[in-house]
């Protein structure tokens, strides 16, 4: 029987009286109607140095045990219950469902003769691979993950082509999990192999010879605890066609540190096999570098750089020497070529020098560098020759985002994906010899962008420094306060939340939904130092420039308070978390999605260790107490009046575990006593993002159904034809 089957004769009454009366109780009784389930408390005390610290919720940590899996099952039937009486829901999800049915590919990769692309009809739960010989040929399907699983929910995470184009190796992903299953197919004739590879995470398939280079992890030593336990010793393994994985040789790794990630790629020409060693102390600020010479008597790696203060990336190799994408004294990255022979940095020399704007991408095709910057949150594309002399910019249709550049070293035409908040991804061909640039693939939404407008504003925060936002509406919305408007952040690991099209976001613009995105510190919209302006002991400047981000589009008409709503997802959703503690009265609507809420112990689950590069850590004094004062969990105060909240997560997300949300919804719950609901929707076989298309656009419609009806919207949907079946 479903969760929603399993309703208590109370919530059974509550909904008839809502769907007699037409809408979902939002008056202070009707909150106290939402009985929310009783959640165990233990005893459970901390000391971090000499701070006593209540975990009483800590037992939801083991999301295996019955007892959880019964929470949820509560929480879920009081959420859904909530959910299932919003009137317009269900015209929600078909409009939400009609802008998601268009043609999604992906950008097509060439290996030999063959062009290699992934296609989604449209409501396909995943897409599916095909191949092509050459541009002009006729598509087959090479690999249709919809078959791999009877609800939708595997997924293709890994796609590698060996270099003779005789093979696929390709990574399977088990409702929304972070592990990856490697398989292999021969390409000709389709016909699957019998090699599994397992426990593989954060990893390529480097092709050598007759098999590939992989990274994993340990085996769990309790498959129950695998989407929670911490994870350690990331090797790196060959694996010979045809051979148990048992019988796979070790290729490098470090007992000494187990938390360092290694990974692996090999060069286009077959000859270079790199390492890149990440720090999860230091996370996004620094990596190793190593080369191995597989083909002139190599038998160990060299090493390029090897002190982690910086960034470094292999993007080719001219014969010995390598193409090489970083940030050592260029916070805003440059492209060097460093000798095999004379990898110290003296001996580099600079091809593309650090500018003004950060350095995004670099891709080596046809003999050029295609290299894509961020001017102030806004993509812009050139061509330089191998001596750093730019001979075009890239003609963009409007201001948005180059996503993707796909490119081989001897192939003159380049393909690149590029869209906007109103632009729908579309890929452009690019011949780099005859300087032309085509439209390859554009699809049809059924929406009109000519209807909408969008701003760019600089604010300033609290400390007056001058934040970015993009500000989204229809054309000659009022500034009159009454705007419901979606405030959206993300603010860290470098990260750089730039103008892309998101098919919901129209389900929204068309009510006359305002979408407003702060660029806060933290980010990497201004390169390094902006990222470095809001971390650690400085990423409360983050939430100022969030809080600062509400109050200007309040002062300046675009809303008031009781029609603004705040969202983010992941260190995103800790930021949604932190401000409505520091700021609640500023919003109506909160939504974090899968947060890291528990700053005191993310690091001891899975790969959480490797924030700490940007968050510090509980274990010393001065981390500690930096995080004891924004944690989401801990700062949840009696008394305060917290806007409607619905957290969402899953119960696969090995990434950010469910737990930190679980924790926070009972405190929420326990301490916040107003009239606005505050749950918690938990779904099943997915990750930290949706497992399939399906999931999302349930997931989507239960999310926007909950914002526009907490935010007094009665939305009209006008007819655009039926989605198809």
């Known amino acids: 029987m479903s969760v929603r089957k399993m309703m208590s004769h109370r919530v059974w009454i509550l909904l008839l009286m809502v769907l007699c009366a037409g809408v979902v109780p939002q008056t202070e009784a009707g909150a106290q109607a939402l009985q929310y389930p009783v959640t165990t408390k233990t005893d459970q005390v901390d000391n ?105 929910t595997t997924r293709l995470t890994l796609i590698s082509v060996s270099h003779d184009a005789k093979y696929l190796a390709y990574g399977i992903s088990r409702s929304g999990s972070d592990w990856v299953e490697i398989r292999v197919l021969a390409i000709e004739g389709r016909k699957p192999l019998p090699d599994r590879i397992q426990w593989v995470k954060f990893s390529d398939a480097a092709w050598y010879g007759n098999g590939f280079f992989y990274s994993r992890f340990d085996t769990p030593s309790d498959n129950a605890q695998a989407l929670t336990a911490a994870n350690t010793n990331h090797r790196v393994y060959y694996h010979r066609l045809g051979t148990l994985q048992s019988l796979d040789s070790l290729v490098y790794e470090d007992p000494a540190e187990p938390l360092r990630f290694h990974t692996v790629e090999t060069s286009e020409d077959d000859r270079f ?167 390859f693939r554009s699809v049809t939404v059924p929406f009109s962008p000519d209807l909408y407008e969008i701003q760019q504003v600089m604010y300033p925060s609290r400390d007056g420094t001058p934040i970015p936002m993009f500000i989204v509406g229809k054309k000659g919305s009022p500034r009159d306060g009454s705007n419901p408007v979606l405030l959206y952040g993300y603010g860290g690991f470098n990260v750089s939340i730039r103008p892309t099209f998101n098919p919901n976001l129209i389900a929204w613009l068309e009510q006359g939904g305002v979408y407003a995105v702060a660029n806060i510190r933290g980010g990497g919209e201004y390169g390094e130092q902006w990222h470095q302006a809001g971390i650690k002991e400085k990423k409360q400047k983050g939430f100022d420039d969030c809080i600062a981000a509400a109050e200007w589009l309040i002062v300046n008409r675009y809303t008031t308070p009781a029609k603004l709503a705040i969202q983010g997802a992941s260190n995103g959703g800790l930021l949604v978390g932190a401000v409505i503690n520091q700021r609640p009265e500023l919003f109506r609507v909160a939504l974090p999605a899968v947060g890291v809420m528990d700053m005191l112990r993310f690091q001891r689950f899975t790969v959480g260790s490797n ?57 929420l719950q326990e301490k916040y006593r107003g009239p606005n609901p505050v749950l918690i929707r938990i779904d099943t076989k997915s990750g930290h993002g949706a497992s399939s298309t399906t999931k999302a656009i349930e997931a989507a419609a239960d999310v926007y159904a909950f914002l526009m009806y907490n935010l007094g919207m009665t939305p009209v949907f006008e007819a655009h034809g039926k989605p198809k079946p």
């Not at 891709?363 to 730019?390: E, H, I, P, Q, W």
């Not at 004094?621 to 997560?649: C, D, M, W």
């Open 48 to 152: 971090y140095f000499g701070v006593q610290v209540t975990d009483p919720y800590r037992w939801l940590e083991n999301d295996t045990a019955s007892a959880v899996r019964g929470w949820v099952a509560e929480q879920n039937e009081v959420t859904f219950g909530y959910l299932d009486a919003i009137p317009f829901r269900a015209l929600l999800k078909q409009r939400l469902t009609q802008l998601t049915d268009y043609p999604r590919y992906s950008l097509p990769s060439r290996q030999k003769q063959y062009y290699v692309f992934s296609r989604n009809n449209g409501l396909q739960n995943q897409s599916v691979l095909y191949i092509q010989r050459g541009l002009t040929g006729q598509p087959e399907v090479l690999l249709d993950p919809n078959t791999l699983s009877a609800d939708g």
């Open 273 to 439: 096999l790199f390492l890149t060693v990440s720090d999860r102390a230091r996370g996004t600020d620094g990596n190793a570098l190593f080369f191995w010479d597989l083909k002139n008597g190599g038998t160990a790696f060299r090493p390029i750089n090897t002190d982690f203060a910086h960034n470094f990336r292999v993007i080719d190799n001219l014969g010995d020497q390598f193409l090489v994408l970083t940030n050592c004294r260029a916070p805003n990255k440059r492209v060097v070529l460093i000798d095999a022979a004379k990898a110290d940095e003296e001996h580099w020399r600079t091809i593309l020098p650090e500018w003004r704007d950060p350095l995004v991408s670099v891709t080596f095709a046809g003999g050029k560098l295609v290299a894509t910057y961020l001017k102030d949150v806004t993509s812009r594309g050139y061509v330089f020759d191998l001596n750093g002399t730019m001979e075009k910019e890239l003609r963009l249709p409007a201001l948005g985002t180059i996503a993707e550049v796909s490119g081989r070293r001897n192939d003159p035409r380049i393909f690149f994906w590029f869209s906007s908040f109103t632009y729908p991804p579309t890929s452009f061909l690019y011949d780099l010899l005859e300087d032309t640039l085509a439209v």
């Open 611 to 667: 924030w700490i590069s940007d968050y510090g850590s509980s274990q010393d004094s001065a981390g500690f107490r930096t995080l004891y004062a924004y944690s989401p969990l801990h700062n949840i105060r009696e008394g305060k009046q917290y806007p409607a909240v619905l957290v969402t997560t899953a119960d696969h997300d090995d990434r950010v575990v469910p737990a930190h949300s679980f924790k926070y919804i009972a405190t």
